[in-house]
């Protein structure tokens, strides 16, 4: 347990707690945006775990969160289903997105040593994969495909547009 | 073998991926089949307890809202108090509830709900009693305005219970005009509205007709207001009207509701 794996874990559950005692609440009205969006800063946490954790951690720790997520949302296994798949994902998008000098040890998936633009390119892939997949397994059935690719568009900038605000009031640094 | 051994470890990180995807897939699909949810215990206990919480901080803001709906509440307890006097003083047969052979007198038990949702597609809501207060699943729960929903899931101290907004959900309701019958569902319109089925053609309905519970089912007694007819249309060759009803209760500000208790009456021969 060194200073940084503490310092996730702080991170980690302070942004659960702003997850579902906040963000949940905010969705709590009647209009039509709440109606087909949510807000999830939650994926924030995988996204932001260093790049030299081994892809078999950052799995497992996507599904376990999404079943916390879950025991909140009441959706058992959807929040799972999403998370996981976003944080295999993850291990593929950044062999993707790898800089020309490969990655550093120093660096981590920030905007403080990546940049804004790998930054945002990085976020809304993953996050367009966490929405969708999201509805898709909510709904699940692609009968209803609208509604899927709605709803996962306002979630998905609603959710973009928090996250952003997050890295930019933050600028978390590792 | 050698071979095999090598793909596995070569693959293991999409092996893993593959194998917890399968697993939150299960958890889904038997979510839905049974409204089981394994979480039942841990639900009502860890999650139970934070909202708690976080509800007993925002509560002071919705005071005011609290206090209105409230005393609108008393209001029509008092009016049922005056109505129930007079029948009782006319002593009629006929105006002796139905259900009174075979049922107790109900019991309301007071609850307050610590977790709402409505904008997914299957929706619940956690209430702050469980069966230490007699809490048992399947029980009707109303609100000031209405109908909340039914408890699911019972723990010690806090329930969950299935909100009307849940697609699993059919209440039975009729037409207090003229008391045709159909079962209400949520279709997902949003939250302020329902769909009431299987009204035949040959009733007449009018825009504004209040739409009460029937009492045909063992959860909510009979006469309790849900909402009015916003509009009515028949489906393309259907024999039944599809009636769009708006809610009276704004289940997005969900706040004090009632649990029904009722305790079957032994059946007694005389």
Known sequence: MNTES???????????LVQVLVLKRIGLSNSWIWMHGNIFIYPVIVLLLPFRLSRHYVIVIGFLLGLLIDMFYDTIGVHAFSLTATAYARGLLLSYLEPRGGYQLSMSPTQYSMGLNWLVTYTSLCMVIHTFLFFTAEIFT????????????????????????????????? | M?????????YSAFLLFLLLEVVALILVVQYNEN??????NSNSIISGKLYKLAD??????????????LSAYNAKLEERIFNLERSIQKLIPADRPLDSCILLPFKLIDAQVINNSINQRNNHFTIDRGSNDSIRAGMGVISPHGIAGIIDQVGENYSVA???????????ASIKRNEYFGSLVWKEVDPGHMILEAIPRQADILVGDTIITSGFSFIYPKGIF????ERFWTEGGSNYYTIEVRLHEDIARLNRVFVIDFTENELTTE
């Open chain 1, 6 to 16: 503490i310092r996730h874990i702080i991170r980690a559950v302070l942004i659960l």
């Open chain 1, 142 to 174: 692609f009968v209803y495909i609208g509604q899927i690719v709605l709803n996962t568009l306002v979630t998905f900038f609603l959710s973009m547009a928090v996250i952003m605000v997050y890295h930019l009031l933050f600028n978390p640094k590792t």
């Open chain 2, 2 to 10: 050698n071979n095999l051994l090598q793909f596995v470890i070569r």
């Open chain 2, 35 to 40: 409204q089981q949810s394994i979480f039942a």
């Open chain 2, 56 to 69: 007993d901080a925002v509560q002071y803001n919705h005071l005011q809202v609290t206090v209105d709906s």
């Open chain 2, 162 to 172: 299935i909100s009307i907004l849940h697609s699993a959900a059919r209440i039975s």
């Open chain 2, 226 to 229: 849900i909402g009015t007819v």
